[in-house]
């Protein structure tokens, strides 16, 4: 972890469209989590919409709700939840993993929206290497790995009784 932030100094705020290249660039790090091949042959179409006009799309759609946790002037992780029920992205900039800023994020959202909820199934398709992560926030799979253009994720959902 960046030794001159950490997750207690990090502020969530809602994710500006001037935020869309950082979150961009941090995602677009993250790429190799996903993708089937190193060389991206196959995501190229997946590729494009992590680019910065694609996210400034994603930031701007009704659809979508992104927040990012920065601190000093930092952009450390990003989570986007889509139709308050599908957490649609939960990224962390290597230098600051493994020091609660993905469970800041999580329970940002968690607690924003009510998770998990008796009434609606809260859901992520989550990267292969976050599996267990997600299982340690009471994620279980729901169903088998998928592969597909060019990009591999193994669904999950929320369990009612999730111990975060």
């Known amino acids: 972890m960046n030794p001159t932030v950490s997750s207690e100094s990090m502020r969530i705020r809602n994710a500006t469209?001037?935020?869309?290249?950082?979150?961009?660039?941090?995602?677009?790090?993250?790429?190799?989590?996903?993708?089937?091949?190193?060389?991206?042959?196959?995501?190229?179409?997946?590729?494009?919409?992590?680019?910065p006009e694609g996210?400034?799309?994603n930031i701007g759609a009704p659809e979508l709700d992104y927040y990012v946790g920065t601190a000093a002037g930092q952009?450390?992780?990003?989570?986007?939840?889509r139709d308050r029920t599908h957490l649609f992205h939960l990224f962390?900039?290597?230098?600051?993993?493994?020091g609660g800023v993905a469970r800041a994020l999580w329970s940002h959202v968690k607690k924003?929206?009510?998770?998990?909820?008796?009434?609606?199934?809260?859901?992520?398709?989550?990267?292969?290497?976050?599996v267990s992560f997600m299982s340690a926030w009471g994620f279980t799979r729901s169903g088998a790995r998928v592969e597909t253009k060019g990009i591999a994720y193994v669904p999950m959902?929320?369990?009612?009784n999730e111990p975060f």
């Open 17 to 51: 469209l001037d935020d869309a290249p950082a979150v961009s660039a941090l995602i677009l790090s993250l790429a190799h989590h996903f993708l089937l091949r190193d060389d991206g042959s196959g995501a190229e179409g997946f590729l494009l919409s992590l680019e």
């Open 55 to 57: 996210i400034a799309r």
């Open 75 to 81: 952009l450390m992780g990003v989570v986007a939840v």
């Open 92 to 98: 962390v900039g290597q230098p600051f993993q493994r």
């Open 112 to 130: 924003g929206y009510g998770w998990p909820s008796a009434s609606v199934a809260t859901t992520v398709n989550s990267t292969p290497s976050a």
């Open 157 to 160: 959902r929320l369990a009612q």
